[in-house]
């Protein structure tokens, strides 16, 4: 065999053989949306800054329709329980994924409050929803209240859930991510992150699972980035808050009552200033995910809520 054969040879056997990356190595685009395996109530739809993957059910009920808002990082199927619960109850539900989680696009522009909350509208322009009831989760919360400030007159009521967006932020004055932070991150988290997911909760016991889920989400390229810049784009919220107190949208905070994400003795005093007339549920033996946790008595009071 010729030194150039045994070369070729080598070089085909060499990329057949070639390790895939274990992080960010799926792009989602267009082939992705195509060859997406779709279940009933899901789907993708073009928004002005980009593709979203929701999900809705009970489109022709006669109810308000409900729009469930996940956290930082899990996306839209941090609320699958809830999302069932609805469901079945015959509620109008919609959940999506957030820009840059999930299945939703990841964009390459600063990933702000005002972007989500401009995803969230434009999804209702989308469906056709001239107002709904609003859930936020975590860091949802701080969507859901930039929602109310951008469009007041789409918001029904506003409802937290261990919501973050009532801290303290020192704000971040350089807001760009460059690619030696996304590659330090993914470097020095992503080993590590998903089971971190786990501090989530109370009893991460009774959660097998939760963090072998998360893993999945470490293998779209531009999740680092989307995290980082996020955080980046954070800011005290407390006059949007004003703005919602002196409104007449309902308000309601969730809280668990072992949160250690959220912890709410760092801000009882700021909340009870910027919302006092809100109405206020704590969740027993619950951490950072109270409607997991505890469902029963978070449905109990999500459902009375809502009715």
């Given at each position: ?51 979203t ?152 016991e ?51 009552d ?11 005093k ?14 027993l ?16 009071i ?6």
């Amino acid at each position: 065999m010729s030194r150039v054969c045994f070369l070729v040879l080598v070089f085909c056997f060499s990329c057949s053989n070639e390790v895939k990356p274990k992080y960010e190595y799926i792009v989602k685009n267009k082939s992705f949306i195509e060859s997406f395996d779709l279940k009933p109530n899901t789907g993708f739809t073009n928004l002005s800054k980009g593709f979203t993957f929701y999900k809705h059910d009970n489109k022709e009920a006669s109810t308000v329709p409900i729009i469930l808002i996940h956290g930082f990082s899990v996306p839209s199927y941090i609320w699958e329980p809830t999302f069932e619960l609805l469901s079945n109850k015959g509620y109008n539900v919609i959940s999506l994924d957030l820009f840059g989680r999930g299945f939703s696009e990841n964009l390459d522009q600063p990933y702000t409050d005002k972007l989500f909350a401009d995803q969230v509208i434009d999804l209702m322009i989308k469906l056709n929803i001239d107002s709904a009831k609003l859930v936020g989760l975590s860091n949802g919360g701080r969507v859901i209240s930039k929602v109310a400030e951008l469009k007041p007159s789409v918001v029904s009521s506003l409802i937290y859930v261990a919501s973050s967006g009532f801290k303290s932020i020192k704000e971040t004055k350089n807001k760009s991510v460059s690619n030696e932070e996304v590659e330090n991150f993914i470097k020095n988290n992503y080993p590590t992150i998903s089971k971190g997911q786990l501090e989530d909760f109370k009893h991460p016991e009774n959660h097998v699972g939760w963090d072998e889920k998360y893993e999945e989400l470490l293998k779209y390229k531009g999740f680092a980035k989307a995290l980082i810049s996020t955080t980046k784009n954070h800011y005290t919220m407390d006059n949007i808050h004003k703005k919602i107190h002196e409104s007449d949208i309902p308000v309601y905070t969730i809280w668990g009552d072992s949160d250690k994400v959220v912890v709410y003795d760092e801000f009882e005093k700021r909340i009870d200033s910027l919302m006092p007339k809100r109405k206020e549920f704590f969740i027993l033996e619950s951490g950072h995910l109270p409607h997991m946790e505890n469902p029963e008595q978070f449905n109990r009071i999500l459902l009375s809520i809502i009715k």
